[in-house]
């Protein structure tokens, strides 16, 4: 996929003399050393990471951590003391002003926490702002914050003021006055905490909705692990100015970089997050290649079966596909019965799972149809099998992940 936004050694220094802090931090003293001898803020420390084009992701860290800061940086709302900010291969942090002003009014938008509306405004003239300041006649730009508005389902409050709508819809024209420009990158700033639980919600289905319209990129910050969860295709931790660890949420759930990832996911339902491709296993069930010679393909499956002692196989294509699940019965009827294909023994109960399944409906399915389940991505690509024993040894393997970090914070 590619990279839409690559950031490399990007620091921020809060003070008069950033050189000098960089001079320290490149000597090996910490952030706090710094600001006790100098009064200096470090605000963010060597982050580099990239993001794909099309993907939601996501920074998260505790307060303080300089997650609001990094994201201030990738449109220079604050300017960065060093590195690289490479938006489709333009360097933003070198930028002369009247470039970045046309790259704001054109290709970039940003979402703020607060609603920041003009309340002198109407919702329409609102959402048409940012095509105003770039030019854009009365007209166009109204014709196009109308279609925006459609999208956020606040058409018909098109000639209201703000101060009569409520904080989620008010929410709502934030987007759409982003959404206007039709910008390829949008930065969101915890762009949903101030609104209550059931309109954060509704705005977190609203915002995936919409993406998976347009795909645009968006880097979002936020300080709740189910939002970003939810939302974020990657998530990058945040530690005092630093990166620390960069990944979807099953890779940091299962492999957390350190200490402080593992106390920041302390107490988190894993079930609740990883999906059925985590768990599945391509040596748990026999494979079938079908060849042209199905009865022996038949033959040569059952006496593997037997010999594991197992009664499943699934059926897979030379281009990785899958084709179906049989049992060690079918494949005996089909030698009977004389059987020149395949293809009339698969069982109905051994249908694929999606990768992107919840570990939690994966129980329930398993329990419901205690088969083994083929899991496929979204070409029916098969990656592997869950089984009741797969997925009893992952709950095992969890409870025993959780007892040890729990040992170690003692």
């Known amino acids: 996929m590619p990279e839409k936004v690559v950031v490399k050694n990007l620091y921020k220094v809060y003070g008069s003399e950033p050189g000098r802090a960089m001079d320290m931090l490149r000597a090996g003293q910490t952030k706090d050393q710094i600001f006790q001898q100098t009064g200096m803020v470090v605000g963010v420390t060597d982050a580099s990471f990239a993001v794909n084009e099309g993907e939601i992701f996501v920074l998260m860290g505790l307060s303080g951590s300089g997650k609001s800061t990094l994201i201030r940086l990738l449109n220079r709302l604050v300017e960065p003391t060093h590195g690289q900010i490479l938006l489709g291969g333009q360097d ?110 509704e705005m977190q289905e609203l915002l995936l909705q919409l993406q998976k319209e347009q795909q645009r990129t968006i880097v979002f910050v936020s300080h709740d692990l189910d939002e970003a969860f939810h939302i974020g295709n990657r998530i990058a931790i945040m530690e005092g100015g630093r990166i620390v660890q960069v990944g979807t949420p099953a890779e940091i759930l299962r492999n957390p ?25 391509m040596d748990e069930t026999l494979l079938i290649r079908p060849s042209a010679d199905a009865r022996a393909d038949m033959a040569q499956a059952v006496e593997q079966l037997r010999q594991t002692r197992r009664n499943y196989a699934f059926v897979v294509g030379n281009d990785a596909r899958l084709r179906g699940g049989v049992s060690l019965d079918t494949l005996l009827r089909g030698l009977e019965s004389g059987a020149s294909s395949l293809d009339g023994l698969y069982l109905d109960d051994m249908g694929p799972v999606p990768a992107a399944l919840s570990l939690n409906a994966l129980i329930g399915r398993i329990v419901r149809h205690p088969l083994p389940l083929p899991v496929v991505d979204a070409q029916q690509r098969y990656l592997g099998a869950v089984t009741q024993t797969v997925l009893l040894q992952k709950m095992v393997d969890i409870d025993t992940d959780a007892q040890i970090g729990e040992a170690g914070d003692e």
């Open 92 to 201: 933003v942090a070198a930028m002369s002003k009247k470039a970045l002003i046309a790259l704001r009014r054109k290709d970039l938008a940003m979402v703020f926490q607060s609603f920041a509306l003009l309340p002198h405004l109407s919702v329409l003239q609102n959402t048409a702002f940012g095509l105003e300041v770039a030019g854009v006649d009365r007209k166009a730009r109204e014709r196009r914050a109308m279609e925006v508005l459609d999208q956020v389902g606040l058409r018909t409050f098109a000639h209201q003021m703000p101060a009569a709508l409520s904080g989620g819809m008010q929410q709502r024209v934030g987007l759409a006055r982003a959404l206007a420009v039709d910008p390829s990158l949008m930065l969101m700033d915890e762009a949903f905490s101030a609104l209550d639980p059931l309109k954060r919600t």
């Open 257 to 281: 970089s350190d200490a402080y990832v593992r106390a920041f996911f302390k107490g988190v339902d894993v079930k609740k997050y990883l999906l059925a491709q985590d768990v599945a296993r």
